[in-house]
């Protein structure tokens, strides 16, 4: 059975929650922090993110027929019925794909945020830590493969946004419809959400590297 968040790295979710951290050493805490990226970085976890994404603008479009069935129908009755018959078909995919993605978000903010806190520790704990190498891994963390298919996803979810915000520029002042700017605006929200999403788990992670860069370690620790 598939899980949000595994066993093994919920201690170290709860302990970075309670400010735990500085308690543990060196070599624990990169343990920790290794744990719980790679718990992040599962690709079941992004593959489910696509899946949730892909059923959730389903969803959006059958929401954007619905509309254009009651604003460009002739027969209010049977247009309403045939708009309810839509909405429920439409909520088959849409529900449990929003379930699926608010679910991924909030287990992926706890865990990219306790990665990064324990990658912190982890760097504050290391003598000598802070150097020359350390500014190249943290500014070059992101392009590792289990934060890359996470930044892809995000550059996907960025263009869609602009694609569907330029529908509803599209639906308001070329082509007007009452559809179109539904469909665009769903999108729109949906796509952008996932966009800051993504990116904001990775910087989450990155934040935590920043520790090794000698500029950034005296704020780092107050």
Do not use: K
Request: with cysteine; charged share 15%; hydrophobic share 50%.
């Amino acid at each position: 059975m598939f899980r949000m968040i595994l066993p093994d790295t919920l201690p170290d979710i709860v302990a970075a929650e309670e400010g735990a951290t500085h308690d543990a050493t060196a070599a624990q805490a990169d343990a920790a922090a290794a744990r719980t990226r790679a718990d992040y970085g599962r690709v079941s976890r992004w593959g489910l993110g696509l899946l949730g994404t892909f059923g959730a603008a389903i969803g959006c479009g059958l929401l954007a027929y619905m509309v254009e069935v009651l604003t460009n129908g002739h027969d209010p009755l049977g247009d309403g019925l045939i708009a309810v018959l839509v909405l429920v078909i439409a909520a088959v995919p849409l529900v449990p794909s929003l379930w699926l993605l608010l679910a991924l978000h909030h287990s992926g903010r706890r865990l990219a945020r306790a990665a990064g806190s324990w990658a912190a520790q982890a760097f504050r704990e290391a003598p000598g830590s802070s150097t020359t190498g350390g500014w190249l891994a943290a500014r070059f963390l992101s392009s590792s493969s289990d934060l890359v298919l996470r930044l892809v996803g995000s550059a996907l979810a960025g263009l869609g946004t602009v694609f569907a915000a330029s529908a509803v520029y599209y639906a308001i002042a070329v082509a007007p419809s009452a559809a179109g700017v539904t469909a665009g605006l769903t999108l729109t929200i949906l796509f952008a959400s996932v966009c800051a999403g993504q990116f904001g788990g990775v910087q989450r992670i990155q934040s935590g590297a920043l520790v090794r860069v000698p500029q950034a370690a005296p704020d780092a620790r107050r």
